[in-house]
């Protein structure tokens, strides 16, 4: 988690109203970005998962100053149908909306994808991890009538083989494409769509890939700027994204990974 104090301060976001799914803890990656959003002035209200984290996160959310929470299975209609209802209770408008969600079973984030990978399981990972991407923008664009900026977390695995992420992988592409689907759809409308890829960086989710510590280390090996992640510089990236200065920017997936996507080859292998 970083320090508060290390998210720029400003109005970049005052008069902004948004959503942030996702916080689960203080090393979520969400509550970075809601973190910054609200040192630049931003209005939200948080969904959490269940019951059981309120007490984990209702702190957090009065440390930034976000009153309104409300709880949000994204695989249960009802649940989504309740949250939205109370979102356009509390903040009557929408002008930008943080998915920070994923899930697979963590059997199956190890070993051989191929021999791995159950129907079940599948489709439980494309379900909360790009499927609720898609009905999260199409509830949240009918509170968006001045336009609005969405984005979604996605990691490298949907583009190249890393591994372990095995069904992860397939899903985060799933919801890269459907960014794009989304960005068509949605751009007539004044409402801009992106993901941004991330870095590995120690949260939860992490913790559920077999060998996670190492795809931060390997991260910051074969990186070009030779760093971690820094949850500033995805905070950062959101910030652009979610406010004015993102104007014309959709259907993007923006690397935020310190230059770890466009390495071809690491230095040891590397000759001369
Ligand atoms: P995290 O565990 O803090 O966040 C994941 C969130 O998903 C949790 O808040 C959890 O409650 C929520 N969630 C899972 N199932 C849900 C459901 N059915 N309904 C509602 N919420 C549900 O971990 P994180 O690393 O902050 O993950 C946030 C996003 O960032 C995920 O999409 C993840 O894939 C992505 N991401 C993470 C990394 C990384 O290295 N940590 C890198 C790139 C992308």
């Known amino acids: 988690m970083a320090d508060e104090s290390a998210f720029p301060k400003g109005d970049l976001m005052r008069g902004k109203k948004g959503l942030v799914m996702g916080v689960a803890n203080h090393h979520s990656i969400a509550y970075g970005i809601a973190s910054q959003l609200a040192a630049q002035g931003a209005e939200m209200a948080f969904t959490y998962q269940g019951e059981a984290l309120e007490r984990r996160v209702r702190p957090l959310a009065e440390a930034i100053g976000v009153k309104t929470l409300i709880p949000a299975d994204v695989t249960d209609d009802a649940s989504m149908d309740a949250a939205f209802a109370e979102i356009e209770k509390s903040l009557g408008t ?27 399981s599948f489709l439980l990972a494309m379900n909360i991890s790009a499927y609720s991407f898609v009905d999260v923008a199409r509830r949240s664009a009918r509170l968006m009538p001045n336009g609005g900026s969405m984005i979604s977390m996605t990691y490298l695995g949907s583009e190249r083989v890393i591994p372990n992420y095995n069904t992860m992988g397939v899903a985060k592409a799933a919801l890269e494409a459907a960014t794009r689907y989304v960005a068509r759809d949605l751009g007539p409308r004044g409402i801009r769509v992106n993901a941004i890829s ?14 996670g510590r190492g795809m931060i280390a390997q991260g910051r090996a074969f990186s070009a700027l030779k760093e971690d992640t820094s949850m500033e510089g995805v905070a950062g990236a959101a910030l652009w994204l979610l406010s004015d200065l993102g104007r014309s920017t959709t259907g993007e997936i923006v690397h935020v990974d310190a230059g770890f996507h466009m390495i071809g080859l690491p230095d040891d292998l590397a000759e001369g």
């Open 198 to 211: 991330a870095g590995a960086m120690r949260t939860l989710s992490l913790a559920g890939i077999s060998g």
């Open 94 to 120: 929408l002008d930008f909306v943080v998915h920070s969600i994923a899930f697979a079973n963590k059997d199956e984030l190890k070993g051989s994808f191929v021999d791995n990978t159950s129907r079940d």
